[in-house]
């Protein structure tokens, strides 16, 4: 059974720093591309990074580019986002999502359940 | 970068309806395009990849059509299941999703 359990969200200041972890689990994690989406309370559903199944290929949403970094270690068949210089609109729910076996930008057939990143002071 | 609009936002409508949400591209992304089902407090569904192929394991009264800028899902046949938010995506250039169009009992 395909899993994905993401972590490390929590309460940040502005301008402050978080790193996401998705531990994924059922399936080959080194063939898939893998991507980070997320969703602002009440709103609908905005794509932030995408990585290939290598990590040598990665994709940034505008909004987010410069500030956040996806990675991946398949050994530990782990996903990563780092991110810095946190804004109040990156306050949304985290998704984990798995991506295409081909392709690094592909639709998503397996998603977690989220963690929480909320930017306040 | 390739924007996405769905139509209707909201859509009220009743168990046995056949019910379609269309979603238009900014520009041509061929067939890169795939639909969600979202219930409150739940991760999104697959339901449709490659405009019209179904994702296993969802029933056959969801369908895709469409290529190049338009696109429609369609329920032959709404059922209790089914009041949910669907959003529609692109993967032809990074990606994006639609604003999402809840569908509601009527």
């Known amino acids: 059974e395909v899993q994905l359990l993401e972590s490390g969200g929590g309460l940040v200041q502005p301008g402050g720093s978080l790193r996401l972890s998705c531990a994924a689990s059922?399936?080959?994690?080194?063939?898939?591309?893998m991507s980070w989406v997320r969703q602002a309370p009440g709103k609908g559903l905005e794509w932030v990074s995408a990585v290939g199944n290598g990590g040598g290929s990665t994709y940034y949403a505008g909004s987010v580019k410069g500030r956040f970094t996806i990675s991946r270690d398949n050994s530990n068949n782990t996903l990563y986002l780092q991110m810095n210089s946190l804004r109040a609109e990156d306050t949304a729910l985290y998704y984990c999502a798995r991506g295409g076996i081909l392709a690094t930008l592909s639709y998503f057939d397996y998603w977690g359940q989220g963690t929480l990143v909320t930017v306040s002071s | 970068d390739i924007q996405m609009t769905q139509s209707p936002s909201t859509l009220s409508a009743s168990v046995g309806d056949r019910v379609t949400i269309t979603c238009r591209a900014s520009?041509?992304?061929?067939?890169?395009l795939a639909w969600y089902q979202q219930k409150p407090g739940k991760a999104p569904k697959l339901l449709i990849y490659?405009?019209?192929s179904l994702e296993s394991g969802v029933p056959s009264r969801f369908s895709g059509s469409g290529s190049g800028t338009e696109f429609t899902l369609t329920i032959s046949s709404l059922q209790p299941d089914d009041f949910a938010t669907y959003y529609c995506?692109?993967?032809?250039?990074?990606?994006?999703f639609g604003q999402g169009t809840k569908v509601e009992i009527k």
């Open positions: 059922g399936f080959t994690f080194s063939s898939y591309a």
């Open positions: 490659k405009a019209s």
């Open positions: 520009q041509t992304i061929s067939s890169w």
């Open positions: 995506q692109q993967y032809k250039s990074y990606s994006t």
